[in-house]
């Protein structure tokens, strides 16, 4: 089933209208025509069955067929993420989204080699998102913050009922020990460093910020890596995945 993020404003009772690139997206590359059927997502967990009534490359109009309000995953994780080069930030903004993040907060540490993203990133990044949320089916798109130091990222996590710091030093306890005995809590900020990892004053000022500092292991993750498996793994210890 083809999925679109469609504007409230877009919709009306049993009406719905697609304009722009994806008005073009869904004849021209889509090949779709009248009467074949689309899922249309508001992005506020609202799931529209749609169907194809008809229109040209500027303008497609949808008969609503049927509506659902998926609501938001129980757990919601925030990713506090270092800065990274290159690409690394696309493919983490995209499997967090997968994964079902609440919300991405690209952060600036003392070791992060990576200005913070201008505008266009910023744009890249959504639509990643919204792609990622076609593919996976996934109506809460997380929000995507600009980057902020990483002070006021900790700041951020404040409303969290768990926060964590993933520290690859041996000195720091596995994350199971860590977490074992809590009650499952309904929000959580986990933060990642950049490819240069974080620097003992950050891991000092987090824990005095309340965050608990927590190792994956006695490899040493890439920072992309590592954001991925936290979130599956706290999704799994939560109860989350089911
Ligand atoms: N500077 C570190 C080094 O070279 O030893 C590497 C930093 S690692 C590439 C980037 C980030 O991934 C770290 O800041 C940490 O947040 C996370 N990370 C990687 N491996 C980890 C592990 N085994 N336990 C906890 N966090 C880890």
Not at 52 to 75: C, F, K, W, Y
Request: proline content about 6%.
């Amino acid at each position: 089933m083809r999925r679109f993020f469609i504007d409230r404003q877009a919709i009306a009772g049993s009406r719905a209208f697609l304009a722009g690139t994806d008005a073009h997206h869904l004849l021209r590359v889509l090949r779709l025509k009248t009467g074949d059927e689309v899922e249309l997502f508001d992005g506020s967990g609202m799931v529209y069955q749609a169907k194809i009534e008809g229109g040209d490359l500027h303008r497609v109009e949808l008969a609503v067929l049927a509506a659902s309000d998926t609501p938001p995953d129980r757990l919601a994780i925030h990713l506090g993420q270092a800065m990274l080069k290159g690409k690394k930030m696309d493919l983490v903004v995209q499997k967090c989204t997968e994964l079902g993040v609440r919300a991405i907060h690209p952060l600036l540490s003392t070791h992060t080699k990576n200005p913070a993203p201008g505008p266009e990133k910023l744009a890249r990044w959504q639509r990643i998102i919204q792609e990622s949320c076609k593919q996976c089916n996934q109506p809460w798109p997380p929000t995507c913050h600009p980057a902020r130091s990483f002070a006021e990222v900790l700041a951020a996590g404040e409303g969290c009922d768990l926060r964590l710091i993933c520290w690859e030093q041996p000195e720091a306890p596995p994350l199971r020990s860590v977490v074992n005995s809590l009650a499952i809590p309904r929000s959580i900020m986990v933060l990642i460093g950049p490819e240069g990892g974080f620097s003992t004053e950050e891991i000092a000022q987090a824990r005095a910020a309340g965050f608990l500092a927590v190792g994956l292991g006695r490899r040493i993750l890439r920072a992309e890596t590592a954001a991925i498996a936290v979130i599956a793994l706290l999704q799994y210890i939560f109860n989350d995945l089911d």
